[in-house]
């Protein structure tokens, strides 16, 4: 199967580092123009030195600027096929028990994780539209559809949450011709933040780990990226509304 998006236009949030990035990367060598976002300016300032894509950047739990993004994209490009939902993570935090969830820490990870998706997708709906084309790819996570090994109760909640908006989106949005599909990738060490939980794991935890993993080998993050281009793709357009694992199988 040859998957291209030559004109094709594609935006891809959480670009700064990461999956995100290697999204971006993997779309843009298949021909798409790419519009990378995300809220670490600098990152993605170097991230655009050094390939060749326009940036946004912009706090993606702020809804009016997730429409402005939308807007600039589709006047800049002059329309708007692809939305991957790729920004979120922990934001800096670690596992604990409940009684230490804090209001901040609770909304940060959902801002992150479930309001970006919501706000960009009602966005781009109408381009896509018009357009005559719309993908929809959310990046969930393992802890989307069981508890999380990071332990963090937000993340989990809302991967949980990102898995049913990507299921409530592909029903709402099919009738116009926009695909919703989620990838729900296993660990990745793929930031400094997965390095540590990778390392805390220990010689011993590590290879548990990998033991639990079908395949025998941690995922990259070149491996969400390929499931992502397939659901971006012309071949994919009769698939919606799905949940992907992409972790190797897990035990
Ligand atoms: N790495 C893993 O093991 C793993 C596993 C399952 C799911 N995921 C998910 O994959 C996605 C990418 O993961 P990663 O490991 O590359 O994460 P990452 O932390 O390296 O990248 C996330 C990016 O999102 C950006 N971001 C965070 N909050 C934002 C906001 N409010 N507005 C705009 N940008 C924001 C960050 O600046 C960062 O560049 C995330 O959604 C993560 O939850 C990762």
Not at 21 to 28: C, D, F, P, S
Not at 72 to 90: C, M, S, T, Y
Not at 178 to 199: K, Y
Request: hydrophobic fraction near 45%; aromatic fraction near 4%.
């Amino acid at each position: 199967m040859h998957i291209r998006f030559d004109g094709r236009v594609a935006l891809v949030t959480g670009a700064a580092q990461g999956i995100g990035q290697a999204i971006a990367l993997r779309l843009k060598a298949a021909g798409a123009s790419v519009v990378a976002a995300d809220l670490d300016r600098d990152r993605l300032a170097a991230f655009a030195a050094d390939h060749s894509v326009s940036t946004l950047a912009l706090d993606i739990g702020d809804r009016q600027a997730c429409h402005g993004a939308v807007a600039e994209a589709v006047r800049v490009h002059g329309r708007l096929d692809i939305l991957v939902n790729a920004a979120g993570g922990v934001r800096g935090q670690v596992g604990g028990p409940v009684s230490n969830v804090t209001e901040e820490g609770w909304r940060a990870i959902f801002a992150a994780n479930v309001d970006g998706a919501m706000w960009l997708s009602q966005a781009a709906a109408e381009p896509m539209q018009s357009g005559g084309f719309g993908r929809i790819v959310n990046i969930a996570s393992g802890a989307g559809l069981r508890p999380s090994l990071t332990g963090i109760q937000a993340y989990t909640a809302a991967k949980h949450a990102l898995v049913g908006l990507t299921k409530q989106l592909s029903q709402d949005l099919g009738p116009m011709g926009i695909t919703c599909n989620a990838v729900a990738p296993g660990f990745v060490r793929s930031n400094p933040t997965t390095e540590r939980q990778w390392q805390s794991y220990g010689p011993e935890g590590q290879a548990r780990l990998v033991q639990s993993i079908h395949t025998r080998r941690l995922g990259a993050a070149e491996d969400i990226a390929n499931a992502v281009l397939f659901l971006a793709s012309e071949q994919a357009a009769w698939i919606s509304g799905q949940i992907l694992s992409v972790d190797g199988g897990r035990s």
